[in-house]
């Protein structure tokens, strides 16, 4: 019988272990999906036995164990349906000398089999949200529902995706490699944008009644470091790590008692967490030293850095903030930056200038649901003393956002405008 607390160790085991089975795996059979179902029966063998046997010593090698064995019976039966077209006296054994070395080969240094894995994942052939269920499935070992619960999505959706994303993987039959040249500067950006999507999503979350979602955040810090451990020479990667870790800092301080957002100037900044700074700024400075330039996710964590430097809020070096986001916006583009740079201008040289930014983006159509905008509208009316106006871009602002937590502190900086 499988207790509370046996079945809590297993899938404690299972969230650790489960991506280095399944990447093992699938470079045996080449099939994330096919990977994914061993891994799983071998997750229902360890349900079955270990409240018996409890749980082995070193558990991943019993799960990859009990998991290559079920690939030697699948490669075996496929032999035995593949018999009718090939000579019935052949010998057995001579057709068992060409199946794979499936010792030998999980035997192999794991490392690059995770990276490969991470890379399959967040293949650009699949849609942003499939990358984003599959990634967070085979490499954060988390379950449909846990998922659908995270992007506030119904369980069958989320399972759709799934199966179809590893449909389309063999379809297509995307190589289980990692790969070179420009091609890896391409798929990098893919694989470090399905993570800091993810963290995103728990750092601030788009719908639901929870401002944050720590556990997404959790899953995209692990992500990053095992990228990092596994690509040690590509500065982006280091950036994006330098920049959950330096956001992620703040996590105790963005909620009051009750799951209130608190925004950043209002934070206890002695509640930042000292050690994720330190490794988010020691990352930030291995980045530097890797790149002649600074890519757009290590320019952001060095926007973060000025944050996390600054023990007051007016110690903030705004106008450091200001210069980075023009550098941001020099090699990507983006109204949603140009938004950033404006949060930065008012605080550096005051609402009029920041204000004049912001209504030159009002007409993008790029932002025409993005509810942040008219919330830093209705900030900069209210410092400008225009509270009527400010008090409309605030009450539009909360009807067009999805998470509850957001509404209801948009909708008391409203009536803040009242007094």
């Known amino acids: 019988m499988v207790t509370a607390e046996t079945h809590r160790a297993i899938e404690a085991v299972w969230r650790i272990e489960s991506a280095r089975v399944i990447a093992g795996l699938t470079r045996i059979v080449r099939d994330v999906g096919v990977a994914e179902d061993l891994a799983h029966d071998a997750l229902l063998a360890a349900l079955e036995q270990w409240p018996e046997s409890g749980i082995p010593e070193n558990p991943g090698a019993w799960l990859m164990s009990t998991a290559k064995h079920r690939a030697i019976d699948l490669f075996r039966r496929n032999s035995m349906a593949d018999r009718k077209h090939e000579d019935l006296g052949r010998d057995y054994s001579a057709r068992e000398l060409s199946m794979p070395d499936l010792d030998s080969s999980l035997d192999d240094p794991i490392g690059d089999d995770l990276l490969r894995l991470i890379f399959i994942a967040s293949h650009p052939v699949l849609p942003k949200e499939s990358r984003l269920a599959l990634t967070l499935r085979l490499l954060g070992g988390l379950t449909t529902d846990e998922i659908a619960r995270a992007f506030v999505s119904s369980e069958p959706t989320i399972a759709q995706r799934i199966v179809r994303a590893k449909r389309t993987l063999s379809e297509k039959q995307i190589p289980f490699e990692i790969p070179r040249g420009v091609e890896l500067n391409q798929r990098l950006a893919s694989v470090l944008e399905v993570i800091y999507l993810i963290f995103n999503e728990g750092y601030t979350a788009t719908a639901g009644d929870d401002w944050m979602r720590p556990a997404l955040c959790e ?27 330096i956001q ?57 850095a000025c944050h996390a430097r600054a023990r007051e809020p007016q110690q903030t070096d705004w106008n450091r903030i200001v210069a980075l986001y023009g550098e941001l916006a020099d090699i990507m583009p983006s109204p949603i930056i140009e938004l950033n740079r404006a949060v930065a201008v008012s605080m550096a040289s005051g609402p009029q200038q920041a204000l004049a930014i912001v209504e030159s983006l009002m007409g993008d159509p790029r932002l025409s649901s993005y509810h942040l905008l008219p919330s830093a509208r209705a900030d900069f009316l209210k410092k400008l003393g225009r509270l009527e106006e400010a008090r409309t871009e605030f009450e539009r602002a909360a009807s067009m956002t999805q998470n509850s937590r957001e509404r209801e502190l948009l909708l008391e900086r409203a009536r803040q405008c009242e007094m």
């Open 219 to 245: 899953e995209a810090l692990r992500l990053g470091r095992i990228l990092a451990g596994l690509a040690p020479n590509e500065p982006e990667v280091h950036g994006l790590v330098a920049l959950m870790e």
């Open 248 to 304: 992620a800092s703040r996590s105790r301080a963005r909620t009051g008692p009750n799951g209130e957002p608190i925004l950043l100037m209002n934070q206890n900044r002695a509640q930042w967490d000292q050690l994720l700074i330190q490794r988010g700024l020691a990352a930030l400075e291995y980045a530097r030293k890797l790149a002649r330039g600074m890519g757009p996710y290590a320019l952001q964590a060095e926007i973060a």
